[in-house]
């Protein structure tokens, strides 16, 4: 057995160092920030629960992520798969139809993720893998986070998932072909990327100008729009651009007031919409950007996200400059 003893200070000693990469995989595996911190807790509960008996096999490492993947899968059963509204319809063609509600069917609407770590989830890892995880059937989500992003030799991952390494190498083989079959033609710029915070400013201020122009240069000619929480969404500069320029979107000049930050290594800007004489929270708009434009636009509609990202619920007014 582990020569630390039981106590409550051992087990931290040896555990808590691993805290911060279990919450990145958690979240790579559930796709939500908030699912991802509630279900780290419940890793460490169960492995406090069996420390007694946990006999140093396995380094501690190994011994939580074993946990920590089977709590994940866990949870994937029992609730619906998060996708984007383009894991569910194909793209409306009219931009004058209104989003309606999302389907039925256990499908929960997808998550931007969190601003941690400068925008990735702290422990970041291969790009297909930490954008993409959410096309994946749960099992070979998690045997490509544990041999590709984790670099878990195959026998470890076998014996964390209870499976024949034949059986991983089969399940890997078909995530990575399923992950090429959604890969990006083109590679998204880092969010820190002179031009990604180049279009990332150009995306605010055509909102807060209500500048249609502005917008239509920023977007590439495949650009896709997808409104979280909704079946509903577009691909191609013809369709997105009539429905961002309707009232009920870009509005007025200074409806919007917007914010730079990033979401899960992606640019990405809070949103405020003047509601009641003040510009109040909105939700949050990730951009997936690359050296030619921005190929694709996220909103999330959802208030709360504002907060989660350090933001607050109301911006003041905009100091007004005194002539002299």
Known sequence: MLDVGTTEDGFARVAEPFRAELLAHCYRMLGS??????????????????????????????WLYRIATNVCLTALRGRGRRVLPSGLAPPSDDPAAAPGEAAGGGVA??????????????????A???????????????????WDVLAFPAAEVAGMLGLTVAAVKSALQRARASLAEVAAPEEPAEPSAPEARAL?????????????????????QDAALEVVGSPTWFAGRRTCLPFLESPAMIGKPGEW???PTTANDQPAAVT???TGGAHRAYGLAV???TPTGIAKITVFGEPSLVRRFGFPDVLPPRARSSAH
């Not at 991802?36 to 420390?51: H, I, N, P």
């Not at 954008?131 to 989500?141: D, F, G, H, M, N």
């Not at 990332?200 to 590439?220: G, I, N, T």
């Open 257 to 259: 007031r917007m914010l």
């Open 33 to 62: 920030l908030d699912d991802a911190e509630d279900l780290v807790q419940e890793t460490y509960l169960r492995a406090w629960r069996s420390f007694g008996a946990f006999e140093g096999r396995a380094s501690v490492r190994t």
């Open 128 to 146: 297909g893998a930490d954008r993409e995880p959410a096309v994946l059937p749960p099992r070979q989500r998690a045997v490509l986070i544990l």
């Open 287 to 289: 951009l997936t950007v």
């Open 200 to 220: 990332l400013e150009q995306y605010m201020a055509a909102f807060e100008k209500s500048d249609v122009a502005l917008l239509e240069r920023a977007l590439r």
């Open 109 to 126: 609407p997808a998550d931007p993720g969190g601003p941690r770590g400068g925008g990735r989830i702290a422990g970041g890892g291969a």
């Open 272 to 274: 405020y919409r003047l």
